[in-house]
């Protein structure tokens, strides 16, 4: 694995964040900012039951940033509520405390490894997810 | 040219250190310069000679280290052209920024106003904000133009006869653009207001003759000038200062106490509560005499021509937009542009790849972002020891950078 934060893979994922998607009559939109950079996530959701149903976002950041909403986009629907606070917080671990990167359908989060020794850029990779809880929380909470 | 900027760089152990494999172009001297090694000797002389509290102790290293606090704010007047016993020693800008919010305007009323301006750094709009909510002032704001100065357009509209205070930037730490004071304490004074400079960014490029400019406050921090961090200077006018009440209460700064009331200590003392940064404060004294003895015409000139160097470059880039001033004119030598298709922070890491240190962001002025619709951008600032290799390094990385994200 390159240490380069700027290997393809990660360059690749924050193009396609270009085009975040769109949800129309989203159960739960939450906009999130960095206040380190001035970043801001915004991540729509609707849901189905327990499960997200469809997801788009708009990201004004940097490419890590970008990366990780992608990263969402591509895996996030059909997921569970329980099942992303798990990922967010092993991706959270990986960064943080060293961990192994998730494994199964969010093993490509592991493109990020070569972050965790830049500190100051952990916020832009997990500010997407923490976007992303906060919309689920506001879901659920809607749904009484 | 008679500025000798290799002799410069050898004075600053950091840069002496950093060639050959492993080059620093250091180019975040707008948010922590480098340190001299006469700075540090002076702070390790007090350190290792005369460690001792200051002001109140009989002993020998009291004695010696009351006398070298005392010679470092005659110091730092000597630097801004003032009375010493009108500097006082703070933690650094905001600190100072925050005493006067604090202390002046517990001598406000509800309805009186202040005016700040859109492109302040966080430290001089949140401490009125918190004057506002604390006192119920009305906080006016001045806009900037269209190349990241002050609008002084509406001065007169905006400087009504209910100010009693105009606090802005000196120099902005994002577009460079160097106030137009002599305007600003004009219509201060027509309304018998005050003026407060914050001159965190203007100080590291030269002694400043604070009483030419005529305003009542000034504040700067020691680390952006060549000082150690954990230390700041505030100047006021004596006759506020004794109007103001303290800021801080503590020891040091009172003459009387009873468990019923303190009488306080005269200025500058009865705004410095609790033992103060000593070291720091000795190598920031130290540090203002060093620049006393530059050559800063000199310097300036060397400064602006490297510049003018990355202005060029930059503006020979279609895809990049310079965030200030396009001219030499009225300025700093802070050079903030955004780049198309490359986040601010990509491209400061990738630079920091080649050594080049540069700051991105939205540094600390958030309003001036918004009203440009930037999230923020990347900063050059520039000290008197850089040269043409660091402009260069900047745009040869910026190139590169730019291929890798597009």
């Given at each position: 694995m390159s240490d380069d934060i700027y290997q393809q893979a990660i360059l690749d994922h924050a193009k396609a964040a270009e085009d975040g998607g769109s949800v129309e009559t989203p159960d739960a939109s939450v906009t999130l900012d960095?206040?380190?950079?001035g970043d801001r996530v915004r991540i729509d959701v609707k849901m189905s039951g327990a499960r997200i149903a469809a997801l788009a976002h708009r990201v004004r950041g940097c490419a890590l940033c970008q990366a990780a909403a992608d990263v969402i986009r591509v895996?996030?629907?059909?997921?569970?509520v329980d099942g992303i606070a798990a990922t967010a917080a092993e991706l959270r671990a990986m960064l943080k405390d060293e961990r192994l990167p998730p494994a199964?359908?969010?093993?490509?989060?592991?493109?990020?490894?070569?972050?965790?020794?830049h500190r100051s850029r952990h916020d832009c990779v997990l500010l997407p997810f923490a976007a992303l809880g906060s919309a689920l929380q506001q879901a659920r909470a809607s749904r009484g | 040219m008679s500025f000798d900027v290799a002799a410069v760089r050898a004075l600053f152990p950091l840069l002496a250190q950093a060639n050959g494999d492993a080059p620093l172009h250091y180019l975040d001297n707008g948010a922590t310069s480098q340190i001299p090694q006469t700075v540090l000797d002076a702070v390790l002389s007090y350190e290792t000679t005369s460690r001792a509290n200051v002001?109140?102790?009989?002993h020998r290293l009291a004695e010696a280290a009351t006398a070298a606090y005392a010679e470092a704010r005659a110091r730092m007047a000597r630097f801004l052209n003032v009375?010493?016993?009108?500097v006082i020693f703070t933690s650094g800008t905001t600190a100072a920024i925050n005493l006067v919010a604090y202390a002046y305007g517990d001598l406000l009323k509800a309805g009186d106003e202040v005016v700040i301006s859109l492109l302040e750094h966080h430290s001089n709009i949140v401490p009125w904000q918190l004057l506002r909510d604390r006192r119920g002032i009305v906080l006016k704001v001045l806009p900037v133009t269209d190349?990241?100065?002050?609008?002084?357009?509406?001065l007169d509209k905006i400087v009504?006869?209910?100010?009693?205070l105009i606090a802005v930037?000196?120099?902005?730490?994002?577009?460079?653009a160097v106030s137009d004071v002599a305007a600003i304490v004009a219509a201060a004074r027509a309304v018998g207001a005050k003026v407060l400079l914050d001159g965190a960014q203007r100080a590291p490029h030269g002694p400043i003759d604070v009483r030419a400019l005529a305003v009542d406050f000034y504040a700067l921090s020691g680390h952006k000038m060549f000082a150690p961090n954990g230390v700041g200077a505030l100047w006021g006018r004596r006759a506020l200062l004794d109007e103001m009440p303290p800021f801080l209460g503590g020891g040091?700064?009172?003459r009387t106490v009873t468990i019923e009331r303190t009488i306080y200590a005269d200025v500058p003392h009865k705004f410095e509560?609790?033992?103060?940064?000593i070291g720091q404060a000795i190598g920031l004294g130290t540090a203002a005499e060093w620049a006393l003895g530059l050559d800063w015409p000199a310097i300036s000139a060397h400064e602006m021509r490297l510049a003018q160097r990355l202005l060029d470059g930059l503006g020979r880039r279609i895809d990049t937009r310079i965030?200030?001033?396009?001219?030499?004119?009225?300025?700093?030598?802070v050079v903030s542009f955004a780049v198309n298709g490359a986040h601010p922070h990509d491209v400061c890491q990738l630079l920091d790849t080649r050594g080049v240190a540069l700051r991105g962001g939205h540094h600390c002025a958030q309003p001036l972002m918004d009203r440009f619709d930037l999230p923020g951008t990347v900063r050059a600032s520039l000290a008197l020891y850089n040269d043409d290799s660091d402009i260069d390094a900047l745009l040869e990385g910026l190139d590169d950078a730019v291929r890798r994200l597009g």
């Open positions: 960095n206040p380190l950079c895996r996030a629907v059909g997921q569970t199964g359908a969010w093993s490509d989060l592991g493109i990020f490894l070569p972050v965790r020794r | 002001l109140r102790g009989v009375d010493a016993d009108e190349d990241g100065r002050l609008d002084l357009s509406t009504t006869k209910r100010c009693r930037a000196h120099a902005s730490n994002v577009t460079g040091e700064m009172i509560a609790g033992t103060p940064p965030l200030g001033p396009s001219g030499l004119q009225r300025r700093i030598p």
